[in-house]
């Protein structure tokens, strides 16, 4: 039989497509699972177990989150990117990555199809399709529940017509766990006005006490928490669950989906929330006004076209350059407070501070011109208005 590579989560709808592909299409079925900080090592082992059970001949478990960090949350940090300045791309910069593998393990086994269990209507199967199409042309591409448009309740009898009853019961959020945020989907997102509940958030608050933490950046990068280093995974995963237990991070982001009808998704993010917002004020202490203000025009394209799936546009390694080359003097140190259900930045220290100079305090002391020549800069600053209202009288 013709081998098949099927993106697997171990849920309902990936569940029916290895039975759909192995009996309804004939295909040998290869299963697997690219984790992205998402899964558990028991929860790895429970999904391969299942995968076998429902026919995978073989499951491979994937985790790539040295990968996922050094490939895009870097330069997500590096461009404090959230869309809409809200979302830091959880859930969609991880399905890029995931698809890379997918792609990878269907060529390292010979397979002549990838598949994988997104819906039609929704920003995944976009993500998927267009790295498999850029990656690996001569692979079809099966997608069983966009083609069979198929209920859950159909999906189930489906499933139980060859023995599997495992149990299906719809949670009633919809919870995608990776190391970069965690995407919270309810009845409430499906509305305009309606705000997720307390107890729709996985992590609830433990803590009530004020408690002060020190971010360590160096080129940008996340080497240390409270004056511990190591490497910025493990950083990241610290911190998660340090500011989890304030149930920080939680919104919902409202964006325009790929294919262009609007979408309402929860989120709680602690972690990149509290490292962007922290590496982007160290930013304003380091960086001159035009570094800051270039790197926000293309940290916002990079941004989009990550979330919509173009990562391969070579344009995206430009501006990856770009960002990197901005980190230089981007070290310091970042104090923030805990608080519950949200955090203040305290300062910065920085050996590249520039607000440490010579030449004055902003509002107080000027240590580097004279008072002439500041009338004399502004008067020659504001000559392109005079110009102006001298030629055209309007009313201000």
Same mark, same amino acid.
């Given at each position: ?8 989560? =171990? $849920? ?9 592909? #192995? ?8 299963? !697997? ?29 994937? +985790?790539? %989150? ?55 209507? =929704? ?13 690996? &042309?001569?692979?079809?591409?099966? +997608? ?26 719809k949670a009633q959020y919809s919870i995608n766990k990776g190391i970069w945020g965690t995407s919270v989907g $309810? ?9 997720? &509940?307390?107890?729709?958030? &996985?992590?609830?608050?433990? #803590? ?16 240390? !928490? ?5 490497? &910025?995974?493990? *950083? ?20 325009? +989906? ?16 509290? !490292? ?46 770009? %960002? ?35 030449? =004055? ?6 240590? *580097? ?9 502004? #008067?020659?600053? =504001? *000559? ?6 001298? !030629? ?5």
């Amino acid at each position: 039989m013709d081998k098949v590579v099927l993106a697997y989560s =171990g $849920g309902l709808d990936t569940s029916f497509c290895v039975k759909y592909l #192995k009996h309804e299409r004939q295909l040998e079925v290869y299963t !697997i699972l690219v984790n992205t900080g998402g899964f558990s090592e028991a929860e790895l082992e429970d999904t391969e177990k299942r995968a076998l059970e429902l026919g995978s001949s073989a499951h491979v478990n994937k +985790t790539i %989150l040295e990968t996922f960090y050094q490939k895009a949350i870097k330069y997500l940090v590096f461009g404090n990117v959230l869309k809409n300045n809200t979302y830091p791309l959880s859930v969609s910069a991880e399905r890029i990555f995931q698809a890379i593998e997918v792609i990878n393990y269907a060529k390292e086994i010979g397979a002549k199809y990838i598949a994988h269990g997104s819906t039609g209507a =929704g920003n995944d199967q976009i993500r998927f399709d267009v790295i498999f199409q850029t990656l690996a &042309p001569e692979i079809e591409i099966l +997608t069983p529940i966009r083609d069979l448009r198929l209920s859950r309740e159909q999906e189930v009898d489906y499933l139980k017509q060859y023995g599997v009853n495992y149990s299906w019961e719809k949670a009633q959020y919809s919870i995608n766990k990776g190391i970069w945020g965690t995407s919270v989907g $309810g009845k409430e997102t499906l509305t305009s006005q309606n705000p997720l &509940p307390e107890e729709a958030f &996985p992590s609830q608050l433990q #803590k009530s006490e004020d408690e002060e933490v020190v971010l360590h950046f160096e080129k940008g990068e996340l080497i240390g !928490i409270n004056a511990l280093k190591n490497d &910025p995974v493990t *950083n990241i995963q610290y911190l998660e669950k340090l500011a989890s237990a304030f149930a920080i991070g939680r919104d919902i982001h409202v964006g325009d +989906t790929i294919i262009g009808i609007k979408g309402r998704v929860g989120f709680e993010a602690a972690a990149p929330l509290i !490292i962007i917002k922290a590496h982007h004020l160290l930013e304003k202490h380091v960086l001159t006004k035009w570094q800051q203000y270039w790197k926000e025009q293309l940290a916002n394209w990079y941004g989009m076209l990550l979330h919509e799936g173009n990562y391969l546009d070579p344009v995206m390694r430009n501006i990856e350059a770009f %960002l990197t080359d901005t980190q230089k003097n981007v070290t310091g140190e970042v104090t923030v407070k805990l608080k519950p259900y949200h955090f203040i930045l305290q300062g910065v220290e920085s050996a590249y501070d520039l607000m440490k100079s010579d030449f =004055g305090q902003y509002g107080e002391m000027n240590n *580097n011109w004279t008072a002439e020549d500041a009338k004399g800069f502004i #008067k020659i600053y =504001g *000559n392109a208005n005079k110009i102006y209202h001298n !030629i055209n009288s309007e009313k201000v």
